[in-house]
Protein backbone atom coordinates (compact mmCIF):
# COMPACT_ATOMS: atom_id res chain seq x y z
CA UNK A 1 0.00 0.00 0.00
CA UNK A 2 2.55 2.14 0.91
CA UNK A 3 4.41 1.68 -2.68
CA UNK A 4 1.37 2.59 -4.53
CA UNK A 5 0.78 5.76 -2.76
CA UNK A 6 4.71 6.62 -3.30
CA UNK A 7 4.22 6.45 -7.05
CA UNK A 8 1.19 8.26 -6.94
CA UNK A 9 2.53 11.10 -5.19
CA UNK A 10 3.60 14.43 -6.98
CA UNK A 11 7.20 15.19 -7.41
CA UNK A 12 8.63 18.69 -8.18
CA UNK A 13 10.63 18.80 -11.00
CA UNK A 14 13.19 21.78 -11.58
CA UNK A 15 13.17 21.37 -14.80
CA UNK A 16 9.72 21.43 -16.05
CA UNK A 17 8.85 24.19 -13.91
CA UNK A 18 11.64 26.67 -15.17
CA UNK A 19 9.68 25.51 -18.37
CA UNK A 20 6.87 26.17 -17.86
CA UNK A 21 7.25 29.82 -16.16
CA UNK A 22 8.88 30.81 -19.47
CA UNK A 23 6.01 28.99 -21.37
CA UNK A 24 3.57 31.25 -18.85
CA UNK A 25 5.90 34.17 -19.19
CA UNK A 26 6.27 33.95 -23.56
CA UNK A 27 1.93 33.48 -23.72
CA UNK A 28 1.54 36.41 -21.68
CA UNK A 29 3.90 38.61 -23.40
CA UNK A 30 1.79 37.24 -26.88
CA UNK A 31 -1.44 38.04 -25.48
CA UNK A 32 -0.28 41.49 -24.50
CA UNK A 33 1.39 42.07 -27.37
CA UNK A 34 -1.30 41.19 -29.72
CA UNK A 35 -3.81 43.29 -27.29
CA UNK A 36 -2.34 46.01 -27.42
CA UNK A 37 -1.81 45.79 -31.52
CA UNK A 38 -5.56 45.22 -32.18
CA UNK A 39 -6.24 48.35 -29.95
CA UNK A 40 -3.93 50.38 -31.11
CA UNK A 41 -5.67 53.60 -30.57
CA UNK A 42 -5.98 52.96 -26.66
CA UNK A 43 -2.14 51.75 -26.85
CA UNK A 44 -0.88 55.47 -28.58
CA UNK A 45 -2.83 57.44 -26.11
CA UNK A 46 -1.81 55.26 -22.87
CA UNK A 47 1.71 55.64 -24.58
CA UNK A 48 1.17 59.35 -24.84
CA UNK A 49 0.31 59.92 -21.42
CA UNK A 50 2.74 58.04 -19.98
CA UNK A 51 5.66 59.51 -21.85
CA UNK A 52 3.89 62.93 -20.86
CA UNK A 53 4.20 61.86 -16.85
CA UNK A 54 7.77 60.52 -17.65
CA UNK A 55 9.27 63.58 -19.64
CA UNK A 56 11.06 65.34 -16.88
CA UNK A 57 12.69 62.22 -16.18
CA UNK A 58 13.85 61.64 -19.95
CA UNK A 59 14.54 65.04 -20.53
CA UNK A 60 16.53 65.09 -17.27
CA UNK A 61 18.76 61.90 -18.38
CA UNK A 62 19.31 63.50 -21.89
CA UNK A 63 20.31 66.58 -19.99
CA UNK A 64 22.70 64.24 -18.11
CA UNK A 65 23.88 62.82 -21.72
CA UNK A 66 25.23 66.15 -23.10
CA UNK A 67 26.60 67.35 -19.75
CA UNK A 68 28.61 63.90 -19.26
CA UNK A 69 31.23 65.17 -21.55
CA UNK A 70 31.97 68.25 -20.20
CA UNK A 71 32.14 67.07 -16.70
CA UNK A 72 34.49 64.45 -17.43
CA UNK A 73 37.00 67.07 -18.74
CA UNK A 74 36.32 69.43 -15.52
CA UNK A 75 36.77 66.16 -13.31
CA UNK A 76 40.17 65.10 -15.33
CA UNK A 77 41.68 68.23 -16.46
CA UNK A 78 41.17 70.72 -13.72
CA UNK A 79 39.98 69.43 -10.37
CA UNK A 80 42.14 66.07 -10.18
CA UNK A 81 44.81 67.52 -12.55
CA UNK A 82 45.65 70.94 -12.69
CA UNK A 83 44.01 71.33 -8.94
CA UNK A 84 45.11 67.83 -7.94
CA UNK A 85 42.37 67.42 -6.23
CA UNK A 86 42.58 63.68 -4.13
CA UNK A 87 39.30 63.00 -3.49
CA UNK A 88 37.20 61.21 -6.25
CA UNK A 89 33.77 62.10 -4.96
CA UNK A 90 34.93 66.16 -4.12
CA UNK A 91 35.92 65.87 -7.92
CA UNK A 92 32.57 64.73 -9.54
CA UNK A 93 30.84 66.86 -7.21
CA UNK A 94 32.86 69.88 -7.96
CA UNK A 95 32.83 69.35 -11.70
CA UNK A 96 28.51 68.62 -11.99
CA UNK A 97 28.67 71.98 -9.80
CA UNK A 98 30.53 73.85 -11.89
CA UNK A 99 28.94 72.52 -14.99
CA UNK A 100 25.93 73.70 -14.04
CA UNK A 101 26.70 77.16 -12.77
CA UNK A 102 27.76 77.62 -16.23
CA UNK A 103 24.97 76.21 -17.91
CA UNK A 104 22.55 77.97 -15.86
CA UNK A 105 24.52 81.11 -16.73
CA UNK A 106 23.81 80.72 -19.96
CA UNK A 107 19.99 80.01 -19.37
CA UNK A 108 20.40 83.22 -17.59
CA UNK A 109 21.65 85.34 -19.80
CA UNK A 110 19.34 84.21 -22.43
CA UNK A 111 16.18 85.00 -20.16
CA UNK A 112 17.49 88.79 -19.02
CA UNK A 113 18.38 89.41 -22.86
CA UNK A 114 17.29 87.30 -25.63
CA UNK A 115 13.71 87.20 -23.80
CA UNK A 116 13.63 90.67 -23.49
CA UNK A 117 14.68 91.50 -27.34
CA UNK A 118 12.42 88.59 -28.85
CA UNK A 119 9.21 90.05 -26.66
CA UNK A 120 10.11 93.35 -28.13
CA UNK A 121 10.40 92.05 -31.61
CA UNK A 122 7.14 90.36 -31.89
CA UNK A 123 5.33 93.43 -30.64
CA UNK A 124 7.73 95.47 -32.98
CA UNK A 125 6.84 92.96 -35.88
CA UNK A 126 3.55 92.86 -34.90
CA UNK A 127 3.24 96.75 -35.08
CA UNK A 128 4.63 96.92 -38.39
CA UNK A 129 2.07 94.04 -39.95
CA UNK A 130 -0.04 96.10 -42.62
CA UNK A 131 -3.63 96.76 -42.20
CA UNK A 132 -6.56 95.42 -44.17
CA UNK A 133 -7.17 99.37 -45.49
CA UNK A 134 -2.56 99.10 -46.32
CA UNK A 135 -3.09 95.43 -47.93
CA UNK A 136 -5.94 96.42 -50.66
CA UNK A 137 -4.20 99.85 -50.94
CA UNK A 138 -0.83 98.32 -51.98
CA UNK A 139 -2.99 95.64 -54.20
CA UNK A 140 -4.36 98.94 -56.05
CA UNK A 141 -0.98 99.84 -56.70
CA UNK A 142 0.13 96.85 -57.77
CA UNK A 143 -3.12 97.15 -60.02
CA UNK A 144 -2.04 100.54 -61.59
CA UNK A 145 1.71 99.40 -62.43
CA UNK A 146 0.60 95.89 -63.95
CA UNK A 147 -2.57 96.31 -65.98
CA UNK A 148 -2.01 93.33 -67.79
CA UNK A 149 -2.85 90.75 -65.06
CA UNK A 150 -6.05 89.71 -64.19
CA UNK A 151 -5.87 91.04 -60.55
CA UNK A 152 -9.32 90.14 -59.41
CA UNK A 153 -8.30 86.73 -59.01
CA UNK A 154 -6.18 87.82 -56.72
CA UNK A 155 -8.24 90.36 -55.05
CA UNK A 156 -11.00 87.99 -54.90
CA UNK A 157 -9.40 85.26 -52.37
CA UNK A 158 -8.10 88.44 -50.28
CA UNK A 159 -11.40 90.83 -49.80
CA UNK A 160 -12.93 87.06 -48.89
CA UNK A 161 -10.18 86.40 -46.22
CA UNK A 162 -10.05 89.39 -44.60
CA UNK A 163 -13.09 89.69 -42.73
CA UNK A 164 -12.47 86.52 -41.40
CA UNK A 165 -8.78 87.46 -40.91
CA UNK A 166 -10.58 89.98 -38.17
CA UNK A 167 -13.03 87.91 -36.74
CA UNK A 168 -10.47 85.62 -36.44
CA UNK A 169 -8.41 88.18 -34.41
CA UNK A 170 -11.17 90.00 -32.62
CA UNK A 171 -12.24 86.43 -30.88
CA UNK A 172 -8.29 85.63 -30.10
CA UNK A 173 -8.37 89.15 -27.91
CA UNK A 174 -11.81 88.36 -26.28
CA UNK A 175 -10.64 85.12 -24.93
CA UNK A 176 -7.00 86.50 -23.80
CA UNK A 177 -7.64 86.43 -20.29
CA UNK A 178 -8.47 82.35 -20.38
CA UNK A 179 -4.86 82.21 -22.93
CA UNK A 180 -3.31 83.98 -20.57
CA UNK A 181 -4.07 81.65 -17.64
CA UNK A 182 -3.41 78.61 -19.52
CA UNK A 183 -0.01 80.23 -20.60
CA UNK A 184 0.86 81.31 -16.68
CA UNK A 185 -0.41 77.01 -15.86
CA UNK A 186 1.72 75.48 -18.67
CA UNK A 187 4.71 77.56 -17.32
CA UNK A 188 4.53 77.03 -14.14
CA UNK A 189 4.49 73.09 -14.64
CA UNK A 190 7.37 73.86 -17.60
CA UNK A 191 9.09 75.39 -14.53
CA UNK A 192 8.03 72.70 -12.14
CA UNK A 193 9.24 69.62 -15.05
CA UNK A 194 12.39 71.58 -15.72
CA UNK A 195 13.22 71.55 -11.54
CA UNK A 196 12.89 67.68 -11.31
CA UNK A 197 14.54 66.79 -14.78
CA UNK A 198 17.64 68.77 -13.12
CA UNK A 199 17.76 66.72 -9.48
CA UNK A 200 17.33 63.66 -12.21
CA UNK A 201 20.42 64.86 -14.69
CA UNK A 202 22.47 65.35 -11.25
CA UNK A 203 21.28 62.36 -9.68
CA UNK A 204 22.27 60.56 -13.54
CA UNK A 205 26.10 62.36 -13.46
CA UNK A 206 26.74 61.94 -9.57
CA UNK A 207 25.74 57.87 -10.15
CA UNK A 208 27.24 57.14 -13.79
CA UNK A 209 29.89 55.05 -12.57
CA UNK A 210 27.37 52.69 -10.65
CA UNK A 211 24.63 53.11 -13.59
CA UNK A 212 28.05 52.07 -15.61
CA UNK A 213 28.62 49.17 -13.76
CA UNK A 214 25.64 48.01 -13.41
CA UNK A 215 24.84 48.16 -16.98
CA UNK A 216 28.25 45.87 -17.16
CA UNK A 217 27.23 43.55 -14.95
CA UNK A 218 23.59 42.87 -16.60
CA UNK A 219 25.41 42.63 -19.98
CA UNK A 220 27.67 40.01 -18.26
CA UNK A 221 24.87 38.03 -17.57
CA UNK A 222 22.65 38.26 -21.02
CA UNK A 223 26.02 37.84 -23.48
CA UNK A 224 28.16 35.40 -23.79
CA UNK A 225 31.70 36.62 -21.45
CA UNK A 226 34.07 36.26 -25.11
CA UNK A 227 31.30 38.68 -27.00
CA UNK A 228 31.64 41.40 -24.37
CA UNK A 229 34.79 43.20 -25.37
CA UNK A 230 33.40 43.28 -29.09
CA UNK A 231 29.91 44.23 -27.25
CA UNK A 232 31.32 47.16 -25.30
CA UNK A 233 33.41 48.46 -28.41
CA UNK A 234 30.42 48.57 -29.74
CA UNK A 235 28.42 50.76 -28.10
CA UNK A 236 31.26 52.70 -26.79
CA UNK A 237 31.41 53.62 -31.33
CA UNK A 238 27.50 53.85 -31.13
CA UNK A 239 27.89 56.89 -28.55
CA UNK A 240 30.77 58.77 -29.85
CA UNK A 241 28.54 58.76 -33.45
CA UNK A 242 25.29 59.74 -31.53
CA UNK A 243 26.62 61.85 -28.85
CA UNK A 244 29.02 63.52 -30.85
CA UNK A 245 26.67 64.52 -33.34
CA UNK A 246 24.25 66.04 -30.85
CA UNK A 247 26.98 68.10 -28.80
CA UNK A 248 28.62 69.03 -32.07
CA UNK A 249 25.27 70.49 -34.10
CA UNK A 250 24.90 72.25 -31.21
CA UNK A 251 27.78 73.96 -30.13
CA UNK A 252 27.58 74.59 -34.30
CA UNK A 253 23.87 76.07 -34.12
CA UNK A 254 24.88 78.13 -31.52
CA UNK A 255 28.25 79.74 -32.75
CA UNK A 256 25.86 80.36 -36.10
CA UNK A 257 23.37 82.08 -34.11
CA UNK A 258 25.85 84.31 -32.20
CA UNK A 259 27.18 85.40 -35.94
CA UNK A 260 23.87 85.94 -37.51
CA UNK A 261 23.27 88.40 -34.12
CA UNK A 262 26.51 89.70 -34.74
CA UNK A 263 26.45 90.62 -38.14
CA UNK A 264 22.64 91.76 -38.66
CA UNK A 265 22.86 94.08 -35.40
CA UNK A 266 26.03 96.05 -37.33
CA UNK A 267 24.14 96.40 -40.39
CA UNK A 268 21.32 97.50 -38.02
CA UNK A 269 18.73 94.77 -39.74
CA UNK A 270 15.41 94.89 -38.25
CA UNK A 271 14.14 91.74 -35.50
CA UNK A 272 18.10 91.26 -35.34
CA UNK A 273 17.34 89.09 -32.04
CA UNK A 274 14.17 87.40 -33.51
CA UNK A 275 15.76 86.11 -36.50
CA UNK A 276 19.14 85.73 -35.56
CA UNK A 277 17.15 83.00 -32.85
CA UNK A 278 15.58 81.51 -35.30
CA UNK A 279 18.30 80.98 -37.64
CA UNK A 280 20.39 78.99 -34.69
CA UNK A 281 17.73 76.62 -33.54
CA UNK A 282 16.81 75.68 -37.34
CA UNK A 283 20.28 75.29 -38.38
CA UNK A 284 20.26 72.11 -35.75
CA UNK A 285 18.62 69.98 -38.65
CA UNK A 286 21.32 69.26 -41.25
CA UNK A 287 21.13 70.46 -45.09
CA UNK A 288 17.45 71.76 -44.96
CA UNK A 289 17.53 73.62 -41.63
CA UNK A 290 19.77 76.41 -43.39
CA UNK A 291 16.72 76.99 -46.06
CA UNK A 292 14.06 76.57 -43.14
CA UNK A 293 15.37 79.47 -40.85
CA UNK A 294 15.95 82.01 -43.84
CA UNK A 295 12.27 81.60 -45.06
CA UNK A 296 10.65 83.41 -42.31
CA UNK A 297 13.56 85.88 -41.78
CA UNK A 298 13.12 86.90 -45.25
CA UNK A 299 9.16 87.61 -44.78
CA UNK A 300 9.99 89.24 -41.75
CA UNK A 301 12.46 91.64 -42.69
CA UNK A 302 10.52 92.13 -45.82
CA UNK A 303 7.52 93.83 -44.12
CA UNK A 304 10.08 96.87 -43.12
CA UNK A 305 12.25 96.56 -46.15
CA UNK A 306 12.36 95.00 -49.08
CA UNK A 307 16.04 95.62 -49.94
CA UNK A 308 17.72 94.48 -46.66
CA UNK A 309 15.14 91.13 -47.51
CA UNK A 310 17.56 90.32 -50.41
CA UNK A 311 20.68 91.32 -48.44
CA UNK A 312 19.61 89.28 -45.84
CA UNK A 313 19.46 86.02 -48.18
CA UNK A 314 22.84 86.71 -49.50
CA UNK A 315 24.30 87.23 -45.56
CA UNK A 316 22.57 84.05 -44.82
CA UNK A 317 24.28 82.17 -47.67
CA UNK A 318 27.61 83.33 -47.25
CA UNK A 319 27.17 82.41 -43.32
CA UNK A 320 26.10 78.87 -43.71
CA UNK A 321 29.08 78.31 -46.74
CA UNK A 322 30.76 79.08 -44.04
CA UNK A 323 29.11 76.72 -41.96
CA UNK A 324 29.37 74.18 -44.34
CA UNK A 325 32.65 74.72 -45.58
CA UNK A 326 34.84 75.09 -42.61
CA UNK A 327 32.92 75.54 -39.09
CA UNK A 328 30.57 72.40 -39.12
CA UNK A 329 33.70 69.82 -40.44
CA UNK A 330 35.81 71.72 -37.69
CA UNK A 331 33.52 70.89 -34.83
CA UNK A 332 31.89 67.57 -36.02
CA UNK A 333 34.54 66.12 -38.53
CA UNK A 334 32.77 63.16 -40.51
CA UNK A 335 30.53 61.98 -37.01
CA UNK A 336 28.03 60.46 -38.74
CA UNK A 337 30.13 58.79 -41.85
CA UNK A 338 26.62 59.13 -43.80
CA UNK A 339 26.24 60.00 -47.48
CA UNK A 340 24.06 63.08 -48.25
CA UNK A 341 21.50 60.53 -49.96
CA UNK A 342 21.37 58.89 -46.55
CA UNK A 343 21.52 62.48 -44.60
CA UNK A 344 18.08 63.79 -46.46
CA UNK A 345 16.36 60.24 -45.91
CA UNK A 346 17.07 60.18 -42.23
CA UNK A 347 16.05 64.01 -42.09
CA UNK A 348 12.56 62.98 -44.26
CA UNK A 349 12.03 59.89 -42.17
CA UNK A 350 12.22 61.75 -39.18
CA UNK A 351 10.31 64.66 -39.62
CA UNK A 352 7.23 62.18 -40.65
CA UNK A 353 7.84 60.48 -37.59
CA UNK A 354 8.36 62.98 -34.96
CA UNK A 355 8.29 66.33 -36.83
CA UNK A 356 11.59 69.05 -36.29
CA UNK A 357 12.67 66.65 -33.52
CA UNK A 358 13.06 63.66 -35.35
CA UNK A 359 14.30 65.53 -38.21
CA UNK A 360 17.34 66.31 -35.83
CA UNK A 361 17.90 63.10 -33.83
CA UNK A 362 16.59 60.82 -37.41
CA UNK A 363 20.77 61.44 -39.01
CA UNK A 364 22.45 60.12 -35.66
CA UNK A 365 20.13 57.62 -35.54
CA UNK A 366 20.31 56.31 -38.78
CA UNK A 367 24.13 57.12 -38.31
CA UNK A 368 23.98 54.50 -35.52
CA UNK A 369 22.04 51.64 -37.84
CA UNK A 370 24.17 52.26 -40.64
CA UNK A 371 27.76 51.59 -38.13
CA UNK A 372 25.89 48.38 -36.75
CA UNK A 373 24.79 47.44 -40.25
CA UNK A 374 28.36 47.55 -41.62
CA UNK A 375 29.79 46.41 -38.81
CA UNK A 376 27.76 42.90 -39.49
CA UNK A 377 28.74 42.63 -42.95
CA UNK A 378 32.28 43.92 -42.17
CA UNK A 379 32.12 40.43 -39.72
CA UNK A 380 30.52 38.13 -41.90
CA UNK A 381 33.23 38.52 -44.69
CA UNK A 382 35.72 38.35 -42.25
CA UNK A 383 34.66 35.15 -41.19
CA UNK A 384 34.34 33.48 -44.55
CA UNK A 385 37.79 34.98 -45.50
CA UNK A 386 36.26 37.61 -48.24
CA UNK A 387 37.51 40.57 -49.62
CA UNK A 388 35.24 43.04 -51.41
CA UNK A 389 37.56 45.22 -53.64
CA UNK A 390 36.32 48.87 -53.71
CA UNK A 391 34.73 50.75 -56.72
CA UNK A 392 37.40 52.47 -58.83
CA UNK A 393 36.89 55.88 -59.64
CA UNK A 394 36.48 56.27 -63.56
Not at 121 to 131: F, G, K
Not at 137 to 147: K, N, R
Amino acid sequence: MSSYENKNKFESNKKYFTISVYTVCVVLICTIGIRAIFNWTETAAFLSQLADKLSPFFFGAFMAYVLNPLVKRLEDRLFSGILRLRSRKVCRFLSILTSYLIVLGLMMLFFLFIIPQLASSIYDLLLAMPSVDEIKGMLDILESHFPNIDWALIEKPVNDALPGLVSKVTSLLSSLIPLVYSASVSVVQWLVNLIISIIVSCYVLSDSRILSHNFKKLMYVIVPEKKIASLMQTLEECNQIFGGFIIGKIIDSLIIGAITLIILSVFRFPFAVLISVIVGVTNMIPYFGPFIGAVPGFFIILIVNPRQAFAFLLIILVIQQFDGLYLGPKILGDSTGLRPLWIIFAITAGGWAAGPLGMFLGVPCVAVIAYLINRFLDRKLAEKGITVPEEQDV
